[in-house]
């Protein structure tokens, strides 16, 4: 989506022809947003959860839009165009980020979409709004690192200060660490395990580090397990007339390397 504008398929030998004379989108955060949509579609299958994903990184569009072309939403919701099927996929990867076709951010057009993407900062607050006076409602919000540097994410994370876990619902953030944004690197990418869990316990979380690539599907499987139980035992306790005072919400910290091309 992000290079190429013909030979989807590399059905030929790759030219330079093939390729978009502008690239947009950042390839390097798509890994962990995949790698986190696959996570949580089993998630919601094993326990059968009402869950919405919000992706905080601003041009992560591409793993959206790869996830629900394979999925089949996209060609619910544009039938004819973005269908599951070789000119399907050519129109999704030709028109990306090119007028008439999808943004190299997440927007409006996308399906499923609560969140703009294009402007940084917003997802963690968004999906506290998003949870409140829905009880049975979950949203694992995946906050970048270089997003997680602008006010109103940093401003964002005690949002759980304000949550009722009689009547609202929870938000699960991933803080996804690949220690680099645009231009350098990040605050969170030059801070130590201890540093990050010291911080975020001193905002009212509990913190889980996945950051073993050779075993990052059941470091990533287990920690998704373990938040998803943290967050029953707190709903249940304060429903059942007997709750935790000052409760400490689950949160992960992903960590995982920079994919560079």
């Not at 041009?59 to 004819?80: M, R, T």
């Not at 938040?227 to 005072?245: C, F, N, T, Y």
């Amino acid at each position: 989506m992000i290079f190429l504008r013909d030979n989807v398929l590399l059905e030929s030998e790759l030219k330079l022809a093939d390729v978009k004379p502008r690239l947009l989108g950042h390839w390097g955060t798509c890994p962990g947003l995949i790698l986190v949509w696959s996570h949580l579609n089993l998630l919601i299958r094993n326990h059968d959860l009402d869950m919405i994903y919000v992706i905080g990184p601003g041009h992560g569009a591409p793993a959206a839009l790869a996830a629900l072309w394979l999925e089949g939403s996209l060609e619910k919701f544009y039938p004819g165009e973005y269908d599951r099927d070789a000119a399907g996929l050519r129109n999704l990867i030709t028109r990306f980020s090119v007028p008439g076709g999808f943004p190299s951010h997440i927007n409006a057009e996308t399906p499923g979409s609560i969140h703009e993407g294009g402007e940084l900062g917003y997802a963690l607050s968004v999906s506290f709004g998003a949870v409140m006076d829905k009880p049975d409602l979950i949203v694992t919000c995946i906050v970048g690192d270089g997003e997680a540097e602008t006010g109103p994410t940093a401003t964002a994370w005690h949002a759980i200060k304000f949550l009722d876990p009689r009547e609202s619902g929870a938000v699960i953030p991933i803080l996804h660490v690949n220690g680099f944004k645009i231009s350098e690197r990040t605050i969170f990418g030059c801070m130590d395990d201890k540093e990050i869990v010291c911080l975020f316990s001193g905002y009212g979380y509990q913190v889980c580090i996945v950051e073993h690539l050779d075993n990052i599907n059941d470091e990533l499987h287990g920690a998704l397990e373990w938040a998803l139980a943290e967050v029953k035992k707190i709903q249940q306790a304060a429903r059942s007339g007997k709750p935790l005072e000052k409760p400490r919400w689950p949160m992960i910290v992903l960590r995982t390397p920079k994919v560079r091309i």
